[in-house]
């Protein structure tokens, strides 16, 4: 007897099933891409039991006559391509004919559909892939589908579906980015017979796209930027730096209109923001790129998610430096804007152009006058630290050669051992005095010639880490090596670290380590130059945060002086150079209309 047979139609249909309809959201999206491809301008969704009991999406648009009624739920059964060669001008989001073949078979479906130039409407219930009923039916022009008991079919993948909660935060999730990029498409959404959601139509993209994120709610700016390039087109909206989250889920991409990942664009948008937000901290951005189908490969994936490029590097950089100029174009409008009304950390531009050119304070030479003698020491023990601890700002015994601030700004005194109050012109200007000294190091940690010549470990530090973080650090250790630290693999799972820069030598090895670990897996796109260059960058900000004075430290009126003056002597001092703001300026405005001198 042979042992291979043909899989039953409806049996090979609820495989299929499987691969295109994950779960609720999936058929949500299949649904909405129908109707959006059949040109309609009002959906609208309703959801039960997240999903999984009934989702049903009633649209406007072309609706289907008897003939394609029946064949719609067919394998393969489209009108949007006839051959494989029509994907490059594809203008529809729909074209593989699947999805509901695959719906009708894992569900019960309803489908009531009418056209504009009939009177009446069909009416199709179909169980299991089976059509029951077909009748005639007074219906709207349009089409009305209805999947109630999702995968009641596969009982196996029904239980994997998540609570009623889980599954409708996908649907929105979905919802929001189908939203997102049809502003001129009316959206109302309702969850168990709640009305959620309704998004009226809009011209205004960013009007549609502040609603949707509710960028006022989570008190931020959304900037945004369109810009050209060849035949493409990108717009985006993104967070200003007064706003970051712990995951990715506020990045979101589309490619014509399509919601699609990718994880190296996503990375090259958080990485716009390296030095902008905290490390680890990733902003809102929404990304819309329209380009040329030739330049899309949309057929990776049954659910059409995964997208590739066919210039990925062109189209990551594009993004990245768009984004990132956009950012600086933000943060200069500030520096130039008078701050009447907003809390930005802002100082005036001019302000700081009055300030004499920084002249080697005392701080600044103290480090390199120590650290330029440690080299000539060549065995030293960790515990044996020849500088005296630089967590503390140097007293100057009120001396000081030059007057650092200007007229305008006086200090008023320091606030819970770790702001500094300033008089200023405008209203109240406040410093972080640990952000601000971070902020100062990390620029002359730049400029230091050799401050990164390793010194011998007397006892060397071992690091222990697994074989895979090993593997990914190993072809990077050279820069490690450039930078002064001088690290060795030994053992299966051990590194050993030999030698560290002078000035390195309070910051625990491990930590900086595991930072660049994070860093490399994060960007693993990256040429080996612009990692090293990215390294060099972080172990800079690394160093500087375990110099520099912290809060709690108690600073006299001298040294708070020369703190601000170097400040703002420094080229970037707006944020440290992990991305917090160094100084904030509240308006006299805003403290008026706290005492409610002014409305
Ligand atoms: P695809 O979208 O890939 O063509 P589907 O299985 O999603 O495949 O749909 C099959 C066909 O059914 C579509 O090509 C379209 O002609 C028709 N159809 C589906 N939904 C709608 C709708 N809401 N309005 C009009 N026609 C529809
Ligand atoms: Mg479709």
């Given at each position: 007897?042979?042992?291979?047979?043909?899989?039953?139609?409806?049996e090979?249909?609820?495989?299929?099933?499987?691969?295109?309809?994950?779960?609720?959201?999936?058929?949500?999206?299949?649904?909405i891409?129908?109707?959006?491809?059949?040109?309609?301008t009002?959906?609208?969704?309703?959801?039960?039991?997240?999903g999984?009991?009934?989702?049903?999406?009633?649209d406007?648009?072309?609706?289907?006559?008897?003939?394609?009624?029946?064949?719609?739920?067919?394998?393969?059964?489209?009108?949007k391509?006839?051959?494989i060669?029509?994907?490059?001008?594809?203008?529809?989001?729909?074209?593989?004919?699947?999805?509901?073949?695959a719906?009708?078979?894992?569900?019960?479906?309803?489908?009531?559909?009418?056209?504009?130039?009939?009177?009446?409407g069909?009416?199709i219930?179909?169980?299991?892939?089976?059509?029951?009923?077909?009748?005639?039916?007074?219906?709207?022009t349009?089409?009305?589908?209805?999947?109630?008991d999702?995968?009641?079919?596969?009982?196996?993948r029904q239980?994997?579906?998540?609570?009623?909660?889980?599954?409708?935060?996908?649907?929105?999730?979905?919802?929001?980015?189908?939203?997102?990029?049809?502003?001129?498409?009316?959206?109302?959404?309702?969850?168990d017979?709640?009305?959620?959601?309704?998004?009226?139509?809009?011209?205004?993209?960013?009007?549609?796209?502040?609603?949707?994120?509710q960028?006022?709610?989570?008190?931020y700016?959304?900037?945004?930027?369109?810009?050209?390039?060849?035949?493409m087109?990108?717009?985006?909206?993104?967070?200003?730096?007064?706003?970051s989250?712990?995951?990715?889920?506020?990045?979101?991409?589309?490619?014509?209109?399509?919601?699609?990942?990718?994880?190296h664009?996503?990375?090259?948008?958080?990485?716009?923001?390296?030095?902008?937000?905290?490390e680890?901290?990733?902003?809102?951005?929404i990304?819309?790129?329209?380009i040329?189908g030739?330049?899309?490969?949309?057929?990776?994936?049954?659910r059409k998610?995964?997208?590739?490029?066919?210039?990925p590097?062109?189209?990551?950089?594009?993004?990245?430096?768009?984004?990132?100029?956009?950012?600086?174009?933000q943060?200069?409008?500030?520096?130039?804007?008078?701050?009447q009304?907003?809390?930005?950390?802002?100082?005036?531009?001019?302000?700081?152009?009055?300030?004499p050119?920084?002249?080697?304070?005392?701080?600044?030479?103290?480090?390199?006058?120590?650290?330029?003698?440690?080299?000539?020491?060549?065995?030293?023990?960790?515990?044996?630290?020849?500088?005296?601890?630089p967590?503390?700002?140097?007293?100057?015994?009120?001396q000081?050669e030059?007057?650092?601030l200007p007229?305008?700004?006086?200090i008023?005194?320091?606030?819970?051992?770790?702001?500094?109050?300033?008089?200023?012109?405008?209203?109240?200007?406040?410093?972080d005095?640990?952000?601000?000294?971070?902020?100062?190091?990390?620029?002359?940690?730049?400029?230091?010639?050799d401050?990164?010549?390793?010194?011998q470990?007397?006892f060397?530090?071992?690091?222990?880490?697994?074989?895979?973080?090993?593997?990914?650090?190993?072809?990077?250790?050279?820069?490690?090596?450039e930078?002064?630290?001088i690290?060795?693999?030994?053992?299966?799972?051990?590194?050993?670290?030999?030698?560290?820069?002078a000035?390195?030598?309070?910051?625990?090895?491990e930590?900086?380590?595991?930072?660049?670990?994070?860093?490399l897996?994060e960007?693993?796109?990256?040429?080996?130059?612009?990692?090293s260059?990215?390294?060099?960058k972080?172990l800079?900000?690394?160093?500087?945060c375990k110099?520099?004075?912290?809060?709690?430290?108690?600073?006299d009126?001298?040294?708070?002086?020369?703190?601000?003056?170097?400040?703002?002597?420094?080229?970037?001092?707006?944020?440290?150079?992990?991305?917090?703001?160094?100084?904030?300026?509240?308006?006299?405005?805003?403290?008026?209309?706290?005492?409610k001198?002014?409305m």
């Open positions: 007897m042979s042992k291979i047979h043909i899989l039953p139609l409806h090979a249909q609820k495989i299929a099933a499987g691969e295109i309809v994950e779960r609720p959201a999936s058929v949500v999206k299949e649904l891409e129908n109707a959006l491809d059949a040109g309609a009002h959906i609208t969704i309703q959801i039960e039991d997240g999984k009991k009934l989702i049903r999406i009633v406007n648009g072309s609706g289907m006559n008897y003939q394609d009624a029946h064949l719609c739920t067919a394998m393969h059964a489209t009108s391509i006839r051959s060669d029509d994907l490059k001008a594809l203008h529809t989001f729909g074209f593989r004919g699947e999805a509901l073949a719906l009708a078979a894992s569900s019960q479906m309803t489908i009531i559909t009418k056209q504009a130039d009939t009177h009446e069909i009416h219930i179909i169980q299991e892939g089976i059509h029951k009923i077909t009748e005639p039916i007074a219906a709207q349009g089409t009305i589908i209805e999947i109630r999702l995968f009641c079919t596969m009982p196996a239980k994997f579906l998540k609570k009623r909660e889980t599954e409708m935060g996908h649907i929105k999730q979905l919802i929001d980015a189908i939203a997102l990029v049809h502003p001129q498409v009316h959206i109302t959404v309702y969850a017979a709640v009305l959620i959601h309704n998004y009226l139509p809009t011209d205004n993209l960013y009007e549609r796209t502040a609603n949707i994120l960028a006022k709610a989570h008190n700016t959304l900037v945004s930027c369109t810009k050209e390039l060849d035949q087109h990108l717009t985006c909206f993104v967070s200003d730096h007064h706003y989250r712990y995951d990715r889920t506020g990045i979101m991409m589309f490619a014509n209109k399509r919601w699609i990942k990718n994880i664009l996503s990375r090259a948008i958080a990485r716009a923001y390296m030095n902008v937000l905290p680890g901290r990733f902003p809102v951005a990304v819309m790129l329209d040329p030739t330049e899309l490969d949309i057929n990776v994936h049954p998610e995964e997208v590739q490029f066919v210039h590097r062109t189209i990551e950089q594009w993004v990245h430096d768009s984004i990132k100029e956009t950012l600086n174009t943060i200069s409008h500030l520096l130039q804007k008078t701050p009304n907003s809390s930005f950390p802002v100082y005036k531009e001019n302000t700081i152009s009055m300030i050119p920084m002249q080697p304070s005392y701080t600044a030479s103290y480090f390199y006058q120590k650290s330029s003698q440690e080299p000539s020491i060549s065995i030293l023990s960790p515990a044996l630290s020849i500088t005296p601890s967590n503390t700002y140097p007293h100057t015994n009120g000081s030059i007057d650092p007229q305008e700004y006086e008023i005194g320091q606030l819970h051992k770790t702001y500094i109050l300033v008089h200023h012109a405008e209203g109240l200007l406040m410093v005095q640990h952000a601000a000294h971070e902020c100062i190091l990390y620029s002359k940690f730049e400029h230091a010639v401050h990164n010549a390793p010194i470990l007397l060397p530090e071992i690091i222990q880490l697994t074989e895979a973080e090993i593997a990914l650090l190993e072809p990077y250790l050279y820069i490690f090596k930078n002064g630290i690290i060795e693999h030994f053992g299966q799972t051990n590194l050993r670290v030999n030698a560290l820069p000035c390195n030598k309070q910051t625990s090895t930590e900086l380590i595991r930072t660049i670990l994070n860093v897996q960007y693993k796109a990256l040429t080996d130059d612009e990692l260059v990215l390294l060099h972080k800079r900000a690394q160093m500087a110099a520099a004075i912290k809060a709690g430290d108690i600073l009126m001298q040294q708070m002086k020369l703190l601000l003056h170097d400040l703002y002597a420094t080229k970037d001092h707006l944020t440290c150079p992990h991305g917090r703001p160094t100084c904030w300026l509240i308006s006299l405005y805003e403290i008026e209309k706290k005492f001198r002014k």
